[in-house]
């Protein structure tokens, strides 16, 4: 599995702690910025990462800012990207089984590094479930290319 990570200025400690954190997994990572001292707006990165996912050419990705709201909301403007902020392990489970969020949005303002630690261990043992959860992915998916037309 090969991850896209990106953050603002906000959340540029926690996403190098993540980056840490996924070279102990062994799980390979583009690094989409910010970089250290930039200040950028995270709508531009948030674009970017979700793009990329979009494309296909990320499977899953992570995206760090002050509350990981902006990024969320960002992310999910881009059609078939479905992001969630996660500040508990059950809604990073849940992300994953019930929702195939392809993306994983974390607040450096809101929660500790080992925290962020857990919900992404968690996120990245998930699979999605389909089941019941199956249609109802399905109808997001529609509702997005309904209202996305490229």
């Given at each position: 599995?090969?991850?896209?990570?990106?953050?603002?200025?906000a959340a540029?400690?926690?996403k190098?702690e993540?980056?840490?954190?996924?070279?102990?997994l062994g799980?390979?990572?583009?690094?989409?910025?910010?970089?250290?001292?930039d200040?950028?707006?995270y709508?531009?990165?948030?674009?970017a990462v979700?793009?990329?996912?979009?494309?296909?050419?990320?499977?899953?990705?992570?995206?760090?800012?002050?509350?990981?709201?902006?990024?969320?909301?960002?992310?999910?403007?881009?059609?078939g990207?479905?992001?969630?902020?996660?500040?508990?392990?059950?809604?990073?489970?849940?992300?994953r089984k019930?929702?195939?969020?392809?993306?994983?949005?974390?607040?450096?303002?809101?929660?500790?590094v080992?925290?962020?630690?857990?919900?992404?261990?968690?996120?990245?043992n998930?699979?999605?479930?389909?089941?019941?959860s199956?249609?109802?992915?399905a109808?997001?998916?529609e509702?997005?290319q309904?209202y996305?037309?490229?």
């Amino acid at each position: 599995m090969k991850i896209a990570i990106g953050c603002d200025e906000a959340a540029y400690n926690l996403k190098v702690e993540l980056m840490k954190y996924l070279d102990s997994l062994g799980i390979e990572y583009d690094d989409f910025g910010s970089k250290a001292g930039d200040v950028v707006l995270y709508p531009d990165v948030a674009e970017a990462v979700a793009l990329a996912v979009a494309q296909g050419k990320y499977e899953r990705a992570i995206l760090t800012c002050g509350t990981g709201i902006g990024m969320s909301i960002t992310a999910n403007k881009i059609p078939g990207v479905r992001a969630a902020v996660c500040h508990d392990v059950f809604s990073a489970e849940r992300a994953r089984k019930s929702n195939n969020a392809q993306i994983i949005c974390f607040g450096e303002r809101v929660i500790g590094v080992e925290l962020a630690k857990a919900l992404l261990k968690t996120w990245l043992n998930c699979d999605f479930a389909g089941g019941g959860s199956a249609p109802k992915v399905a109808k997001i998916n529609e509702i997005d290319q309904k209202y996305h037309r490229c």
